[in-house]
């Protein structure tokens, strides 16, 4: 998600998800601020990728259940008598499908993105629990250290995910700017 999220602006009608408390002192502004990109960044990547993995799953259902369903319909057929050609046009179309699922391996995909999705929202948290608990009780360099921390998560996770696709974003990002990434201890700050 990392290179759709770098293609992603603040829309007039979409919400800052700014988790930077006011009362920190001046030192530690520059590291609240790149902390508060890598949770808005994961936030991003982890609701991106967890719609890429219900497309996914959604694309091995469509090409699946007909694939084995005209399979099945292409044996009874067959051991039924003599239907001619069908049997085998069927057993095509199986065929046709049963390939190109193996081919687009959606079952995988579908597993990665889920994954993905799940260490973005540890990462997520990680970011925000240093941003609103951690970052004004910590040293300078300790804060530094941890902000180091979270931004080699955050590579090592862009470099084994893959990205989503366009339809994975905009539904995405209508989940976000929904509210459906919204605690309700949010609104309470």
Not at 25 to 50: K, N, T, V, Y
Not at 85 to 111: D, F, Q
């Amino acid at each position: 998600m990392s290179q759709l999220l770098h293609a992603h602006a603040l829309l007039p009608d979409e919400v800052s998800l700014s988790l930077i408390p006011s009362d920190l002192p001046e030192s530690h502004r520059s590291l609240a601020a790149e902390a508060d990109r890598i949770h808005e960044s994961a936030l991003w990547s982890a609701q991106g990728q967890f719609e890429q993995a219900k497309l996914w799953r959604l694309i091995n259902l469509l090409m699946g259940v007909p694939a084995a369903s005209l399979a099945a319909i292409s044996g009874g057929t067959a051991l039924g008598g003599d239907l001619g050609m069908w049997p085998g046009v069927l057993a095509l179309i199986s065929a046709a499908l049963t390939a190109t699922l193996t081919t687009v391996n959606a079952s995988r995909r579908m597993t990665q993105a889920q994954a993905s999705a799940n260490a973005y929202l540890q990462l997520q948290t990680a970011a925000r629990q240093f941003l609103t608990i951690d970052l004004a009780d910590l040293s300078r360099d300790d804060a530094r250290e941890a902000l180091r921390n979270l931004t080699n998560t955050r590579d090592e996770l862009n470099k084994t995910s893959d990205p989503p696709g366009r339809l994975a974003y905009r539904k995405s990002s209508k989940n976000i700017n929904g509210g459906g990434q919204t605690y309700t201890a949010d609104g309470e700050a």
